[in-house]
């Protein structure tokens, strides 16, 4: 089996600008002559869906939940992190780019990444023009802080609901291309299996869960936005639905299948006393000091609650030396 992941060549600054350039376009009165199956109505499947319609294309969207706005991406709270530098704190595309790529453990796919940290910063605008309620400073502009141990605030917030609201953005789009006849919604329906032709993903079988008929859809392209893996810990802020089965049947019918250890998982999973409220000070500064104690600093420093909490997950079983377990993490003893 041939492993390419199709990485832009050139400098990492330039790869998607050129990798775009290359792609054919499709003139935009040929928009309408194509039709695009998307599973899922999360932040991404939801936003894909809407973007696409908006350009022109024909979408069918499912989701197994009675409405897309009950996709999980409701349930996230914290914020969402761009480069625009508006603290004057030292950020940059390219910082934002080497702490994620830092915070995954150097295990991303680094033109992803750089591509990622790029239009983090057109997507606040994005949002914004969907009507997104973002904190805002007392002057109007946008408020920010830091998240997750990052040394600089760039993490754009709506309270404890960015989610939420991300998602009632992205569902408002939607929404408007369903009644623009751009979209045909299809809430309570499965995707059950994948259709390849001539090695193409070109259409899904899928089950409505009301009345349990199966139906097959054709397209030129599928999209599958269906979220992460919750189940495999017991622990997980994950719904139960979130069960990845789209996914797994995509690889049965032979995509490949990669990193699996990228599980959403959560520091409210965790048996220690880690509350959500860990992104307020109090509780990084007693993190930071459990994980120093540890002598897991560096890793901690800078870097993403998620990679600290990897690195929690594959504690030794054996104590450290002058160590014991305390709250489930290892403390220095006395
Ligand atoms: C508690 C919590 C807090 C979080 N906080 C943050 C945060 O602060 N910042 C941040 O950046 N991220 C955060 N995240 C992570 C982030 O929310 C998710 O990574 C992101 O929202 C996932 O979006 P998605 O569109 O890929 O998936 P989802 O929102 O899970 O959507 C999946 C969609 O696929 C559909 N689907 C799945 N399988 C099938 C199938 N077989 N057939 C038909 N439809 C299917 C579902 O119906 C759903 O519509 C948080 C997550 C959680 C749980």
């Known amino acids: 089996m041939e492993l390419d992941a199709r990485v ?6 330039g790869r998607w600008e050129k990798s775009k350039f290359e792609m054919k376009l499709v003139n935009p009165a040929n928009k309408r002559k194509y039709h695009v199956i998307v599973v899922g109505t999360g932040l991404a499947g ?12 024909n979408v069918k969207c499912f989701c ?19 480069a625009k530098n508006y603290q004057n704190d030292g950020d940059s595309i390219f910082r934002l780019f080497y702490d994620t790529v830092k915070g995954g453990d150097f295990r991303a796919r680094e033109s992803n990444v750089y591509r990622l940290a790029e239009i983090s910063v057109n997507i ?3 949002a914004v023009a969907q009507g997104v309620p973002f904190a805002r400073e007392y002057g109007g502009t946008l408020a920010n802080r830091s998240f997750g141990g990052a040394q600089v605030s760039r993490t754009f917030y709506a309270r404890g609901q960015t989610g939420q609201q991300l998602l009632l953005g992205a569902y408002q ?15 309570r329906t499965e995707m059950l299996d994948l259709i390849v032709i001539d090695g193409k993903a070109r259409g899904i079988v899928t089950r409505n869960l009301i009345t349990g008929e199966t139906d097959v859809h054709i397209a030129d392209a599928v999209i599958l936005g269906t979220g992460g893996y ?4 017991y622990l997980s802020t994950n719904a139960k639905g979130s069960n990845t089965t789209a996914i797994w049947r995509a690889h049965k019918r032979g ?3 990669a990193n699996p250890c990228f599980t959403q998982i959560h520091p409210t999973c965790i048996p220690v006393r880690v509350a959500f409220g860990c992104r307020k000070r109090r509780a990084i500064t007693a993190h930071r000091r459990r994980f120093r104690k540890t002598s897991a600093t560096t890793i901690w420093n800078a870097n993403t609650r998620a990679s600290a909490i990897w690195c929690r997950a594959t504690w030794p ?12 993490a290892w403390v220095r003893r006395g």
Not at 46 to 56: F, I, M, N, S, V
Not at 66 to 73: I, L, N, Q, T
Not at 317 to 328: F, H, I, K, T, V
Request: aromatic share 6%; charged share 20%; hydrophobic share 40%.
């Open 8 to 13: 832009p060549s050139g400098p990492i600054e």
């Open 46 to 57: 939801g936003a894909a869906a809407a973007t696409l319609a908006e350009l022109g294309y």
């Open 64 to 82: 197994f939940q009675d409405s897309p706005r009950r996709a999980h991406s409701i349930a996230a709270q914290g914020g969402i992190n761009a």
């Open 124 to 126: 606040i605008d994005q």
């Open 173 to 187: 789009a939607l929404e408007r291309q369903i009644s623009l006849g751009k979209v045909d919604m299809y809430p």
């Open 230 to 233: 919750g189940n495999v810990f």
């Open 255 to 257: 995509a490949l299948f």
């Open 317 to 328: 079983a054996e104590p450290p030396s002058g160590c014991a377990m305390r709250d489930g």
